[in-house]
């Protein structure tokens, strides 16, 4: 439950006077004269203060509290906030599960019964079989703010290592359970930020990484530096694990290993950053290498391990194919790679060597298409799809003669299916029983014309028999940015707006993956400037195709996302009707200071370096903001844990909006308690949420709100 505090009279009145024609009063906000020279230009930060850890600043907390309650206020009186609310926990609740994975004889999924805070891992001896609950993270907390965030199993099905997350933050800590016994081992391992765990065949301990130990009021805001790989043995203390790699000459590099599924070889990426660029490093685990070897030793291209067959080992590369490639090499003699699977006219996104099969996996205009080959390349066909939208999965060993995938699109909720590699047909496993119609709905997807004439794929989405006479409240949603792609998936969140009369649309913008290395180099660095122009592209094209008009569009992101928002509304306000942006990064020039912004440089650049900070200056959200502006109505969001992109980012923001509002629409910011960037959010805390943004848009759009069809 969201904290409730008593208002002040002032606050009555300020918020009394949000429908009139008169300036908001909003909580007082100190500003100081703080100015940062940059390469010879002064830069002011009056709310430099306010980068202080709210946990750790009576401040920053009394500030905070008094912004929640200012927008607490404003939220809970919108009629048609409880309508929402109650519409989206009945929706929710229906059962929901995750494809199965295999190992040790055993099967693993997920399932959420519905209203479940976080979703319940279950072990079971066959894909149909309902089994057992191995892991309930409802259990660890009584608001359900302590996540499951991953798992890995021993090679013989025994053990099972999982890492437990706190309140949406990325640290993790690692615990071992016998699987059949449910008897927990002593084993406890900390200061674990990023990746997983790789289990050694012998079962004895496993590899992992993490970072030195933090003092407790620097933990949610350090710089990630300085990763390093250890091996845990089984049963002993932490502070015996054997260091496996580091780099103390680049402690801005960050790491990760993985294990061949024949126990042969150990693979280790270096990273320099978010980009998927990356060197690779490999050692024989049964031929005595003391150390790792290279056998990719530049940040040139990504190499991304796929399978193995004995010394041969295959990966997905997008060296010489921006749209990538399959290709393999001989471990024991790396001299070069050769081709397997060349590029095609479609985003290769993944791969797995499954019954003998290379099952890979494309993006064909932000769609699915999936096709199997042999391990020599030869195609053999592709596998058919249950429709138009996303399938994920195809995961598994050579030896497995089955591999299971989801499917899901806009109208579609996801559903688990099984694929028989011999014969290649699919059997659905597990269909999720919802209260809701797809023949009610319509999905179609356009291409429109950036302002430099790059065409952009365009989902939109909505009830049958929309009347395109401009008047149509629309939520314009996007990313753009570190290589994701955005593909279709169906979301409770966009039906109950649907089932009010809105529309959703969803492009597909330069800086991410759905058209390669390419696509996203053309939205990162000194080109971010093209993610921002293709959103306000976005945004015409559905006021000019008379979808809706600028007063009844909304505009919505979250993290790079929430910078888009940021960023478009600053450059065009009079476009937008209403703004959502959601644990953005804001502060373009301070960014790397913070936690993992320092791995973000690869795909925005850095202050430190003077061509760089001209580009981020110019549209760096805080930076922009201008006094004596008339702003769109605006609810920016974050949480007090998120330690990915801290909450300074979204505080200094909203605090610079306040101050230069000149119109008489409310800037609010919403701080949700005990969460972090998104992963790990428990259902009770994720509703309140959305109720909350399409309460604030049903008011600002004036909409007639229906309790229920």
């Known amino acids: 439950m969201r904290l409730v505090f008593s208002i002040c009279l002032t606050l009555f009145t300020a918020l009394s006077s949000l429908g009139e024609s008169m300036a908001i009063e909003y909580p007082a906000t100190r500003r100081v004269d703080h100015i940062d020279n940059y390469h010879g230009t002064d830069v002011a930060d009056p709310y430099r203060w306010l980068e202080a ?29 409880e309508v929402f609310a109650s519409r989206l926990e009945e929706l929710y ?79 993790k800590t690692i615990h071992i359970m016998e699987i059949e016994t449910g008897k927990m081992h ?7 930020r990023f990746g997983g765990v790789d289990w050694d065949h012998s079962g004895t301990g496993f590899y992992y990484a993490r970072y030195p130990e933090r003092n407790a009021d620097e933990k949610h805001q350090s710089v990630a530096l300085n990763q390093k790989i250890y091996y845990h043995t089984l049963g002993t203390p932490q502070a015996e694990d054997r260091l496996v790699y580091e780099r103390p000459d680049h402690p801005d590099w960050s790491f990760g290993v993985s294990i061949t599924d024949d126990g042969q070889w150990m693979v280790l990426y270096i990273s320099n950053g978010t980009d998927p660029q990356n060197q690779i490093w490999i050692k024989s685990l049964t031929g005595g290498d003391e150390e790792f070897r290279p056998i990719v030793d530049s940040f040139d291209h990504e190499y991304a391990l796929l399978a193995s067959q004995g010394n041969q080992l295959y990966f997905l590369t997008d060296e010489s194919a921006p749209q990538k490639r399959i290709v393999a090499i001989d471990a024991a003699k790396p001299d070069e790679f050769f081709e397997i699977v060349p590029e095609r006219d479609a985003t290769l996104v993944d791969a797995d060597l499954v019954g003998g099969r290379l099952i890979a996996q494309y993006l064909k205009d932000v769609h699915t298409e999936v096709e199997m080959f042999t391990p020599e390349g030869e195609p053999l066909g592709k596998v058919h799809l249950p429709g138009i939208g996303s399938a994920n999965g195809f995961g598994g060993r050579e030896e497995y003669q089955e591999t299971y995938f989801t499917f899901t699109n806009a109208v579609t909720p996801t559903s688990i299916y099984r694929l028989d590699i011999k014969s290649g047909e699919t059997t659905v496993l597990r269909r999720p029983q919802i209260d809701f119609d797809p023949d009610k709905y319509e999905v179609e997807q356009v291409f429109y014309a950036s302002k430099d004439g790059t065409k952009i794929p365009m989902t939109i989405a909505h009830r049958k028999g929309l009347k395109k006479d401009g008047n149509n409240p629309t939520l314009l949603y996007a990313y753009g940015g570190f290589n994701i792609s955005l593909t279709p998936r169906f979301s409770v969140d966009y039906v109950v707006w649907m089932e009010q009369g809105g529309v959703v649309a969803i492009p597909n913008l330069r800086g991410g993956g759905e058209y390669g290395e390419d696509w996203h180099v053309a939205g990162k660095k000194e080109k971010k400037q093209n993610v921002f122009d293709d959103f306000i592209a976005a945004a015409e094209w559905l006021i000019d195709n008379k979808y809706t008009s600028s007063e009844r569009l909304a505009i919505r992101g979250g993290s790079n996302g929430g910078l888009l928002v940021g960023a478009v509304m600053i450059q065009r306000p009079e476009l937008f009707g209403a703004c959502l942006p959601a644990v953005g990064v804001m502060d373009m020039l301070r960014f790397h200071k913070f936690t993992a912004g320092q791995f973000w440089r690869t795909e925005y650049g850095s202050s430190d370096e003077p061509e760089d900070f001209l580009y981020l200056l110019a549209y760096s959200p805080y930076h922009n903001v201008e006094q004596g502006t008339a702003y769109p109505p605006t609810m920016v969001t974050t949480a007090d844990t998120d330690d990915r992109v801290v909450p300074m980012h979204s505080f200094k923001f909203a605090a610079a909006l306040q101050h230069a509002q000149a119109g008489d629409d409310p800037i609010l910011l919403r701080v949700e308690l005990k969460a972090g960037h998104g992963a790990g959010t428990p259902i009770s805390k994720h509703i309140d949420q959305v109720a909350d943004m399409w309460a604030f848009l049903a008011k600002t759009f004036d909409m007639e709100i229906v309790e229920k069809e």
Do not use: M
């Open 93 to 171: 609740n229906y059962e929901r599960f995750s494809a199965p994975s295999r190992k040790g004889g055993k099967y693993f999924y997920f399932k959420n019964d519905g209203l479940q805070d976080q979703a319940v891992l279950y072990v079971a001896k066959s894909d149909t079989d309902v089994g057992r609950v191995l892991l309930d993270p409802n259990t660890w907390s009584e608001d359900g703010t302590v996540a499951l965030s991953s798992f890995s199993v021993s090679e013989d099905g025994k053990l099972i290592a999982f890492s437990k997350s706190a309140s949406g933050s990325d640290w």
């Open 53 to 81: 850890d709210v946990r750790e600043s009576d401040e920053v907390a009394g500030w905070v509290e008094s912004q929640s309650e200012f927008a607490q206020k404003y939220l809970t009186a919108i009629p048609s906030r």
């Open 186 to 192: 002593d084993d406890v391992i900390e200061w674990v």
